[in-house]
């Protein structure tokens, strides 16, 4: 059991590595198009399944994205029900295993099917198994709401899955297109064209709502509901949370430490860790230079849901570029996001009819001429180990939007 738990770490290690390596060398994404002809050998040696006459049509969505996104994701698709309501289908999604509860929690997917879809981009006997699981069941709609701009794990699964019809979106607008044209037209029946110039995730995922048949659907957040926890956690706290998917996202723990120093100088309030295990050696890291200042650690003592209501409860947040700057935003938590400008407009700003009415997050970020360059830096080297547009957010600077958002949101 052990050396299976061995392997499995270290497949999601090889997994992760490869995944930082094509963030800091964009120009692999461009040759991601080659796993197309290397599923059709894994795919050639999986059965089709046969069609069948249900009760019910039956609906699959591929959502294979990370936590933050998610929580993007939930604010427009909550509503799919309007598009294919309860007694005429059943709706199936896959996800990323481990966030499988965030997807169960809304009560509107009939299954939800957790898979390492990390360790299928790469692990080709991972990726099989995937398939064969794809495989099981014919669909009469296959909907893929991430999109065709780049070559994706979503539009690989949606190649396998076999269905009538195969609906996906395209942004006309990005900048970013590396997906050929012959590609998708393959796989999917309908693309969705989105046009709309730098927008943002959450009205991209709106667009897709509209294009199935909810013309005039608007975008809301949704607050997830509030749940007791079984943790202790202070009266008063406020959250810090210093670690990212990849390297290339985390500002220097020094300059957070710093920040932490001004804050509780301020606010006398402690500061509050929280997240996975994964977070663990970073958070370790920076509580090291911060021994003087009162501290909370609820790392890995939360489930995902109760990791929310962590953040819920907190008087503000100041984070990475990483869910936990979505889950703030959705839910009107005071957030600082100390973020570059990688894919500024579309992951950042929470652009969309109606946004004015929520809560606004303050981004700490330096503007520079090659923002929303979608992750195609070519100032790298600039940025010691950093995104150069995340490395010259200065402390100074950052204190200033805090201490803002402090005066002007926080109730103390």
Not at 22 to 31: H, V
Not at 49 to 56: D, F, I, L, S, V
Not at 357 to 374: A, G, I, L
Request: contains cysteine.
């Amino acid at each position: 059991m052990k050396n299976n738990n061995k392997k499995a770490n270290y497949m999601s290690s090889f997994s992760l590595k490869l995944y930082n390596i094509c963030q800091k060398y964009p120009i692999i994404r461009s040759f991601k198009v080659i796993l197309y002809f290397i599923d059709w050998f894994l795919i050639i040696f999986i059965k089709k399944p046969k069609k069948t006459n249900n009760n019910k049509k039956k609906v699959f969505i591929i959502y294979n994205y990370a936590f933050g996104d998610g929580i993007v994701f939930l604010c427009s698709f909550v509503h799919i029900r309007k598009v294919y309501p309860e007694d005429e289908y059943e709706i199936s999604l896959i996800c990323q295993k481990g966030l499988q509860s965030i997807y169960e929690e809304v009560g509107v997917f009939d299954k939800v099917i957790p898979y390492n879809l990390t360790n299928a981009t790469f692990n080709l006997k991972e990726r099989y198994n995937l398939y064969k699981l794809l495989r099981e069941e014919y669909y009469d709609i296959v909907i893929d709401p991430i999109g065709v701009n780049e070559c994706t794990t979503n539009i690989f699964m949606s190649r396998a899955l076999c269905a009538n019809e195969k609906i996906t979106i395209i942004d006309n607008a990005a900048k970013t297109k590396l997906c050929p044209k012959w590609l998708y037209n393959r796989v999917y029946t309908r693309v969705i064209e989105s046009n709309t110039k730098d927008i943002s995730l959450i009205d991209l995922y709106a667009n897709v709502i509209r294009g199935l048949g909810l013309k005039d659907f608007k975008v809301k957040f949704e607050h997830f509901k509030s749940r007791q926890l079984k943790i202790d956690l202070p009266k008063e706290y406020y959250i810090v949370f210093p670690s990212a998917s990849t390297l290339l996202k985390r500002w220097p723990l020094e300059r957070y430490a710093e920040i932490i120093r001004r804050v509780y100088k301020k606010t006398k309030l402690p500061v509050l860790f929280c997240g996975t295990r994964s977070d663990i050696e970073v958070v370790n890291e920076l509580k090291e230079l911060i021994k003087d200042i009162p501290q909370y650690d609820v790392i890995n003592k939360t489930n995902l849901l109760e990791f929310i209501e962590v953040i819920k409860r907190a008087k503000f947040v100041i984070t990475n570029d990483t869910s936990t700057y979505h889950i703030a935003v959705t839910n009107e938590v005071p957030v600082a996001g100390i973020i570059g400008g990688y894919t500024y407009e579309k992951y950042v700003l929470y652009k969309f009819e109606g946004a004015e009415k929520y809560r606004k997050p303050y981004d700490v970020v330096c503007h520079m001429d090659c923002f929303n360059c979608d992750n195609m830096c070519n100032k790298l080297k600039e940025g010691n180990g950093l995104w150069p547009c995340l490395n010259n957010v200065t402390v100074e600077y950052a204190w200033n939007k805090i201490e803002e958002m402090i005066e002007k949101e926080v109730d103390l």
